[in-house]
């Protein structure tokens, strides 16, 4: 009997051994089904947020490709950038060596008021924010921090600095600051940021070349007044606006006298210098919503929004007197002066009913036109202003 139970019990241990030896085997493979399972959520949720964030930086480079001007633009990169990256300071660089963009934009927009926007006047001043050769830059280093954000008071303790580059060269530099300390620093992953700064250097390139060419179609190139087109452009804004508000609006003609005797007795040259000083004598004189136009050869007009035929012959006065005192210095430094005749039309929606915009039109330059014609008849150097066509 003992000797079938130890057979038997000879026989079941190693059926018990094997059921404890599945059961460790069992337990392992759980055990490493449980820790395969979890570094599979850690790179799912890994995939996840690389996938959110690469999905952010395609709709924020998206965002920046949509700009249809340099001010969306720089909205887009100095106020709407930091909220959209919770950052606490953007700064932008822009390399501006004959100050032409500046130049070109006030010309464009004349309130263009960005604090963070620093232009540069030389290469190698923007290029001396870059320390360690010129490629991204992250940093926690506070004497960096406040280096790159012109020492000024900051409150970021980590920073990114973007090189924005075209055609191999530096144009600018944009810098993040983040509040955060951990936000930049030297071990992570930058392509997105290299994206980004790519993209924002195409399209800083892109609209200032866009603003260039539609500002270059609508300027005169010599005196820099705005051209015939501009003020056509402009006189049907402002007529749409002066029938919504039932306010005047009137424009001057102005036509130098004996232009042509200028340019015999003292040379073409010389007579382009004129046309350009009339300009500049004039400019001071005016509001920024008037608009002054070169019309054709020695003939320019200026647009008065909201003006009444009083003010219009005080300002056309204050005009005549100032070229009047103008002192031109000809090509071998003789001082000259000139005069100019005025014509001065109003139309006011409350005293005078005209049918279409073009009829206001047609009447604020025929008028003008007719009035500068009875100023030349009346002996030039004086002021015309015609009530009615
Ligand atoms: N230098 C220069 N001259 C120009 C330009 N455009 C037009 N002119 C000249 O302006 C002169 C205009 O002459 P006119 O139309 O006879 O008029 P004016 O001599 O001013 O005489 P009034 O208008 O009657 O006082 C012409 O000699 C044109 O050649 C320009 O861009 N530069």
């Known amino acids: 009997m003992d000797n079938s139970k130890k057979s038997s019990a000879q026989l079941e241990s190693p059926l018990a051994n094997n059921a404890i030896g599945q059961d460790s085997n069992l ?3 759980l055990q490493e089904n449980r ?57 932008l660089f822009l390399l501006d060596s004959d100050q032409e963009i500046q130049r070109q934009m006030n010309e464009i927009y004349q309130d263009l008021d960005y604090p963070n926007l620093h232009y540069i006047d030389n ?100 005196t820099r007044a ?28 102005i036509d130098i006298d004996h232009f042509k005797q200028i340019n015999d007795q003292k040379g073409h040259l010389t007579g382009d210098l004129a046309l350009k000083a009339v300009v500049q004598s004039i400019s001071p004189l005016l509001r920024r919503s008037d608009v002054l136009a070169r019309f054709g050869g020695e003939e320019f007009t200026v647009l008065l929004p909201e003006c009444r035929s009083s003010t219009a012959l005080e300002i056309a006065e204050r005009i005549r007197e100032n070229i009047q005192q103008m002192e031109i210095a000809d090509h071998i430094g003789h001082l000259f002066s ?14 005078q009913h005209l049918q279409s915009a073009e009829a206001i039109q047609n009447y604020l330059i025929n008028t003008a036109d007719k009035a500068v014609y009875a100023a030349k008849q009346a002996g030039r150097n004086c002021i015309k202003h015609l009530i009615s066509a």
Not at 139 to 166: C, E, G
Not at 227 to 248: C, H, V, W
Not at 338 to 351: E, H, I, K, M, R
Request: some cysteine; overall charge positive.
């Open 338 to 351: 000139l005069t100019a005749s005025l014509g001065v039309s109003t139309w006011n929606p409350q005293a």
């Open 27 to 29: 337990n392992q493979l």
């Open 123 to 222: 290469r190698t001043k923007l290029e001396a924010y870059y320390t360690d050769g010129i490629k991204l830059n992250l940093s926690q280093d506070s004497t960096v921090i406040r280096r790159l954000f012109n020492h000024s008071a900051t409150r970021s303790l980590s920073v990114a600095q973007l090189p924005l580059i075209r055609g191999h060269q530096l144009i600018g530099s944009l810098h993040l600051g983040s509040q955060d300390f951990n936000r930049f620093h030297a071990g992570l992953a930058v392509n997105f940021l290299q994206h980004l700064a790519s993209i924002i250097s195409v399209c800083i390139e892109n609209c200032i070349n866009q603003e260039k060419y539609v500002h270059l179609s609508l300027v005169d190139i010599l």
């Open 226 to 253: 705005k051209n015939r087109r501009y003020f056509f452009q402009a006189l049907a804004r402002e007529i749409a606006r002066a029938s919504r508000s039932m306010s005047p609006i009137s424009c001057l003609f």
């Open 35 to 91: 820790l395969l399972k979890t570094t599979l959520d850690e790179i799912l949720t890994s995939a996840q947020q690389n996938q959110a964030t690469q999905e952010k930086f395609y709709a924020l480079e998206l965002y920046f490709l949509e700009s249809q001007s340099y001010t969306s633009l720089l909205d887009r990169i100095l106020i709407d950038l930091p909220q959209r990256l919770r950052l606490v300071q953007v700064e």
